[in-house]
Structure formats: C-alpha cells, structure tokens
C-alpha cells in the first residue's frame, strides 16, 4: 500500500482519521510534516472544516508527543541511549542528535518545547528526552500544543488557499518551512545579542600596587 492510499483510507473516517494520521506522523516519519499538512489543507472543503482540521492535527501531534514523553520516562536514560544507538539511524535519531535534544534541555524547558515543535525532525523526537528527564508533564504538554498549533496553521491553511491553483504545495511548503526557521535563527540570535548588550560588564580583579619602598629601608 503507497503513501497516497493510506492517506485516503485514513481520511475516510473523516476527522478521527486526520488525528491518526497526526498521530502516525509522530511515529512513522516517511515524509516531512509540512507535505502531509499541505496535503490535508488540500482536502478541506471551507473554513470550519480548516479549523476543525487543524484542531484534529494538533490533538493529533500532542498525542503522538505524549507518547514518545511516555516511552523516554518508563524505559529511563540508560535504555533509551542504548535503542537510539542500536536502531536510532533507521528512525532519522541518529545519537548525535539525541545528544543535542539532551543538551538543549539545559535552557528554559518551555520555550525549547515550544520552539522544538516548530523545527523539522526535532519537533518529533524532542518529547524523547523530555520523558527520560521527566520534565513537569503539564508545561511540556502545553509548550507541546501551542508550538504544534505555530506548525501546523500555517501549512494546512496554505493547503488551502492553495486548491485549484495549480501551485505545488511541496515546493512552496518547502521555501515556507526556510522562511521560518530563517526567522527562529534570527530571533534567537537577536535575543543572545540584546542579552549580552545588556549584561553589566565582567571587573577584573584589581591588583593591589604595592607601596614604593622608602630609600633608608633599600640602604
């Protein structure tokens, strides 16, 4: 069974079967996000059904996280880098970049869910070791839901203003997804720069000068 008919059979149910589709895409990543998000926007008939649609993709995504959040604190730190490095590549998790999802936890953990979501590949695998730190469950789902909310409106309502145009939607999905990480990247960078604009500048020690010796004591 291809792609095209999976997708079709999934959207027979309507939108539970939007939500599964959500929810496999966390899971079984065979194509980008965007694509299949532009697809759907592609298949909504008017605006309620664009926002209904959205909301279905988001639950969706969330669940999926949740789930990737549930796998990282049952099986803990020491199992999950053993299946990353044994079978991560076959998945796109390769342990370098499992190693980095690690580390960005250093920061605020909302706002690297929040943004985490809104990042290709990341925004799938990032919930992993959100679980094996076990951060606070209900700021990770809400950081979680409202980064899966900034991802997915953009695409399924591009899918939309899209039908009949005759534009491919995988090609511009494409430039969109540069735009905005293009615009996270000069956010963060702009944010680090005011930071340290702002910081009060490091003194050095100052060395105590010592006191000329009165000539009769040199003699």
Known sequence: ???SSTIAMFL???LLGVGCLAVAEKFIPLFPSYVLLMLLGLTVSDGTMLAMTIMATSIGSVVGAIGWYGLGRAFGSHRIEG???AYGKYVLLRPSLYRQLTDAYRGNH???TLIGQTLP???IYLALPAGVLQLEPRAFVAATAIGTVIWNMPFLSLGYALRGSGHDPVSIGF???AILITVEVAIILGLRFYK???APPRRTPSRA???PVPAEEVA
């Open 175 to 177: 430039w969109v997804v």
């Open 121 to 123: 590949t990341v925004r």
């Open 209 to 211: 000068i010592a006191a």
């Open 83 to 85: 299946l990353v490095t």
């Open 1 to 3: 069974m291809d792609t």
């Open 196 to 198: 340290r604009s702002i």
């Open 110 to 112: 909302f706002w690297v």
């Open 12 to 14: 027979n149910f309507g």
